[in-house]
């Protein structure tokens, strides 16, 4: 005889297997899946690469606060032309050597001090914190010495009224006393050329021969074209280290007259939000290319008669 149990066994319907739309709706599902984590990806990368962007130029203005606590004024350049433009030093390097420092990536939280290097030699090098990850050709070796920050000079062509303007110098006291450090660029992201002459695209720039005007470059011939900005941080030039505020960010084409004097040198980006610019009160804004051209160059600018006993000094 069967028993209770026994019958309730024989009586169990049979498995069902899994039926033909279950597996389209599961295969949907991954592949929605496999979809937003590849669309999540990209976002998250670039989240992070704008956050290294960021802090490196909060290190840059960790140690333009430091000089200036050091020698009572930033990092004085000289009125730029051909001539000069090879032997002069940029900004970044007059911070490395002064402060006796061979990166900025051991600057602590500020008022404290990175250890100094006496003997150190600076010379030109691939320095890691002086590239945006976001920064294509900066990682591409075609430079030595690539950089993707520069120092600001103003919003005219000649560079004639910013915080690292050629031929002035300035503090952050006296920043502080016109228009105020927190609404004063000091150093902005410029991408890195592709090392390729005769190659009009947005990261490189053309070399004209007049002086440059706030009208713009015109049509530059392909043989003006060059590939080597940004490619040694320790001179000071358009060409490297220097920008102004006369182009929109992302803007093109930047141009550099034959002379040296002159410019429109852009700021540019490799990242989606804009381009990143450091503040002398160490806030950083970051700018799309819908800025407005008036405000973007207020940004630069700041009133000169706080600074003119400073810059009837020269440097030592």
Not at 105 to 119: A, D, F, G, T, V
Not at 273 to 300: C, H, K, M, Y
């Amino acid at each position: 005889m069967f028993t209770i149990a026994d019958r309730s066994v024989c009586r169990r319907p049979k498995a069902r297997g899994v039926t033909l739309p279950e597996v389209i709706v599961v295969v949907v599902i991954v592949a929605l899946a496999g979809l937003l984590f590849m669309l999540f990806l990209p976002r998250q990368r670039e989240v992070a690469r704008l956050a290294a962007c960021q802090k490196n130029l909060m290190q840059i203005g960790r140690a333009v606060a430091l000089y200036d606590q050091d020698f009572g004024s930033l990092p004085f350049i000289v009125a730029l032309n051909d001539d000069v433009a090879s032997r002069a030093t940029g900004p970044l390097y007059a911070l490395l050597r002064d402060l006796a420092i061979p990166d900025f990536r051991s600057i602590p939280e500020l008022p404290n001090r990175p250890e100094k290097h006496p003997s150190l030699v600076i010379a030109e090098r691939r320095l890691a914190d002086f590239i945006c990850p976001s920064d294509s050709n900066a990682f591409a070796g075609i430079h030595v010495a690539p950089v993707s920050y520069r120092a600001t000079t103003g919003d005219e062509p000649d560079g004639r009224d910013g915080a690292f303007a050629p031929g002035r110098k300035t503090s952050l006291e006296s920043i502080e006393a016109s228009d105020g450090l927190s609404f004063t660029a000091l150093f902005a992201e410029r991408l890195v050329g592709n090392g390729q002459q005769a190659s009009p695209l947005p990261f490189n720039y053309a070399l004209i021969g007049r002086a440059v005007s706030a009208e713009g470059c015109g049509t530059p011939p392909p043989t003006a074209w060059h590939g080597d900005a940004g490619a040694a941080w320790a001179l000071a030039s358009w060409r490297s280290t220097l920008y102004n505020h006369v182009l929109t960010p992302n803007a093109a084409p930047s141009c550099i007259s034959d002379s040296g004097q002159t410019a429109l040198m852009g700021s540019s980006s490799g990242h989606q939000q804009g381009v990143n610019v450091l503040f002398g009160d160490l806030g950083i804004r970051t700018f799309s290319s819908r800025t407005d051209p008036a405000i973007w160059r207020e940004w630069a600018r700041f009133d000169s008669s706080a600074s003119r006993s400073e810059n009837s000094q020269a440097p030592n």
